[in-house]
């Protein structure tokens, strides 16, 4: 059973600018570690209701209440109608923490001039599960105490990694926030390759998607590595080796996931850059 998150290292008050597929992932795994629906509120467009005792509202309260902790969750492209109505609620002691892929601390410092402490966040799906990754980043301008509120916020997330340098920001979404992306059309694609040698296709996806969990939740448990556990599948001269040689040869499947985080990452820079 999972043990419930002590009560003082959620916020007070959790303020909710969007609540979509990521940012519902977060609230959802906070309210089942414990946080009070009552300190949180959600602004969303559509007013649909989140959880039970959660308030959702569709425009800027008149204040927020001291000492509230803001999650950015709606998209980049928004930053500036969101910063519009709500940098003018935002105090000295607002901390804001912002999901927000390509938007950097020095755009949303000029955007939030009145909060001293903002951190970015980049994490993932699986999140909601507690199982998720989640990389942090905050500059000098931000309070210690503020940093230690956020990360044991984003604590029952999941793997929770400080980024020593806002640079590899868009490297480390590519890998780990767009990387279930990856993952999942790896699953679908092994599926598929199933079925094309032969497999019905229904048993092909149940396959192999119980094959990548399996794997996956030994390789978290092994005292060895990834690499090792796959030397340990194939048997000299068996078929693990053919097909291994296959995604080896001229390093295919390095350059393929090589080109893949590099394209991701390439468009976080372009998002920096307003495109
Ligand atoms: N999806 C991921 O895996 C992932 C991972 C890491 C980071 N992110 C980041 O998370 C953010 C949200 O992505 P998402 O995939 O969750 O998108 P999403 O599902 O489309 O959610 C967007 C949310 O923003 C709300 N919204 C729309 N217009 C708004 C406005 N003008 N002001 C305030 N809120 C508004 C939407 O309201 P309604 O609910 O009413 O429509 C919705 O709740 C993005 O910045 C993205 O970079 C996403």
Redesign the pocket.
């Known amino acids: 059973m999972t043990a419930i998150w002590p009560d003082h290292l959620f916020p007070n008050h959790l303020f909710l600018?969007?609540?979509?597929?990521?940012?519902?992932q977060m609230l959802s795994r906070w309210l089942s570690e414990g946080l009070e629906p009552a300190r949180v509120t959600?602004?969303?467009?559509?007013?649909?209701p989140v959880a039970d005792g959660v308030a959702v509202v569709?425009d800027y309260p008149a204040a927020l209440p001291a000492g509230t902790t803001v999650l950015?969750?709606?998209?980049?492209y928004?930053i500036a109608?969101?910063a519009d109505a709500l940098a003018p609620l935002c105090a000295a002691d607002t901390r804001i923490v912002?999901?927000?892929?390509?938007?950097t601390l020095a755009e949303l410092r000029s955007r939030f001039p009145a909060a001293r402490d903002i951190v970015r966040a980049?994490?993932?799906?699986p999140v909601g599960l507690g199982e998720g990754v989640t990389a942090l980043f905050s500059d000098d301008a931000t309070d210690s105490a503020a940093r230690d509120a956020i990360g044991a916020l984003i604590q029952p997330l999941g793997l929770v990694e400080w980024i020593a340098d806002e640079a590899l920001f868009n490297q480390v979404?590519a890998l780990s926030?767009?990387g279930?992306?990856f993952l999942f059309r790896f699953v679908d694609t092994l599926a598929r390759a199933g079925e094309a040698i032969g497999i019905p296709a229904d048993q092909a996806a149940r396959m192999a998607l119980a094959t990548v969990q399996g794997s996956a939740n030994m390789a978290a448990r092994a005292a060895v590595s990834p690499s090792t556990l796959a030397d340990q599948v194939a048997s000299p001269g068996g078929m693990t080796r053919q097909g291994l040689n296959v995604l080896d040869a001229d390093d295919r499947l390095l350059a393929l996931l090589t080109d893949t985080l590099a394209a991701a990452r390439d468009r976080g820079e372009a998002m920096a850059r307003g495109e």
Request: some cysteine; charged content about 10%; glycine content about 18%.
């Open positions: 600018v969007g609540c979509g597929n990521m940012a519902g959600v602004l969303r467009p559509s007013g649909k569709t950015l969750g709606m998209k980049p928004q109608d969101v912002s999901i927000l892929a390509g938007t980049m994490p993932n799906l979404t926030g767009c279930p992306a």
